[in-house]
T-cell receptor, first 112, second 114 residues
Framework: GDSVTQMEGPVTLSEEAFLTINCTYTATGYPSLFWYVQYPGEGLQLLLKATKADDKGSNKGFEATYRKETTSFHLEKGSVQVSDSAVYFCALTHYNTDKLIFGTGTRLQVFP | DGGITQSPKYLFRKEGQNVTLSCEQNLNHDAMYWYRQDPGQGLRLIYYSQIVNDFQKGDIAEGYSVSREKKESFPLTVTSAQKNPTAFYLC?????????????FGSGTRLTVV
C-alpha cells in the first residue's frame, strides 16, 4: 500500500542554519504531497503542498519540490528560527480518496 | 471564525470504562476523520466519514466506535475493548471538492488511562 518515509529526528540546529528534512513516498499513480507542522500541544497545520510532478510548494520560507523520478518531497528552509521548532509531517493523498497517509514525523529543535 | 473544536483537552479514564471524545466543526465540511498519534508512529487513521450517517473503518478501528448523525459532529468512543488507549487523538475535517488534502485539524484530546 501507499506509504511515507521520513528521516528520524530530532533534527537539532542553531538559529539561521539551513534545514533539510527528507521525505520519500511509495504510491501508485500520482498522489498529492503535503507538509504539515505541529507545534507543542496543538493539532496539525498545513504548511505547504504540491499536487503534480515538479510543482514547488512554499510557505513561510519553507519549500518542497515534488520529484517523481526520486519519489521525494524534501522540506527545506534557508534560515531557521527558534519559532520553527515543531514536529513536521510529510503526507500524501490521492485525489479520489482524500485520505491522508502520514509519515512518522520529524522533530525539529532550533537553538539560539 | 470557523474551525474544529475538540473537547476535552485532557481526559482521564479508568480501565474498563468507555469514554467519548467530542469533535465539532463549523466549516460546513462534508468529510471528518479521527487519527491517533503515538510517539514515533505518526498519525494513524481510526475512522472517517464522508457524509452524514455514513462512516468507514480506518487502519486501527478495533476498540473504537463513531457516529455521524449531524454534519457538524463526529464523536469518537474509546471502548473498554481498546487495549492501549492512552494516546493523543486528533480530529480533522475536509471539503474534498475543494481539492486534495485541505484538512483542518482540531487541537487534540490527550487521553490517559489510569
Amino acid at each position: 500500500g501507499d506509504s511515507v518515509t521520513q528521516m528520524e529526528g530530532p533534527v537539532t540546529l542553531s538559529e539561521e542554519a539551513f534545514l533539510t528534512i527528507n521525505c520519500t513516498y511509495t504510491a501508485t499513480g500520482y498522489p498529492s504531497l503535503f507538509w504539515y507542522v505541529q507545534y507543542p500541544g496543538e493539532g496539525l497545520q498545513l504548511l505547504l503542498k504540491a499536487t503534480k510532478a515538479d510543482d514547488k510548494g512554499s510557505n513561510k520560507g519553507f519549500e518542497a519540490t515534488y520529484r517523481k523520478e526520486t519519489t521525494s518531497f524534501h522540506l527545506e528552509k534557508g534560515s531557521v528560527q527558534v519559532s520553527d521548532s515543531a514536529v513536521y509531517f510529510c503526507a500524501l493523498t490521492h485525489y479520489n480518496t482524500d485520505k491522508l497517509i502520514f509519515g512518522t514525523g520529524t522533530r525539529l529543535q532550533v537553538f539560539p | 471564525d470557523g474551525g474544529i473544536t475538540q473537547s476535552p483537552k485532557y481526559l482521564f479514564r479508568k480501565e474498563g470504562q468507555n469514554v467519548t471524545l467530542s469533535c465539532e466543526q463549523n466549516l460546513n465540511h462534508d468529510a471528518m476523520y479521527w487519527y491517533r498519534q503515538d510517539p514515533g508512529q505518526g498519525l494513524r487513521l481510526i475512522y472517517y466519514s464522508q457524509i452524514v450517517n455514513d462512516f468507514q473503518k480506518g487502519d486501527i478501528a478495533e476498540g473504537y466506535s463513531v457516529s455521524r448523525e449531524k454534519k457538524e459532529s463526529f464523536p469518537l468512543t474509546v471502548t473498554s475493548a481498546q487495549k492501549n488507549p492512552t494516546a493523543f487523538y486528533l480530529c480533522a475535517s475536509s471539503r474534498p471538492e475543494a481539492g486534495p488534502g485541505g484538512y483542518t485539524f482540531g487541537s487534540g484530546t490527550r487521553l490517559t488511562v489510569v
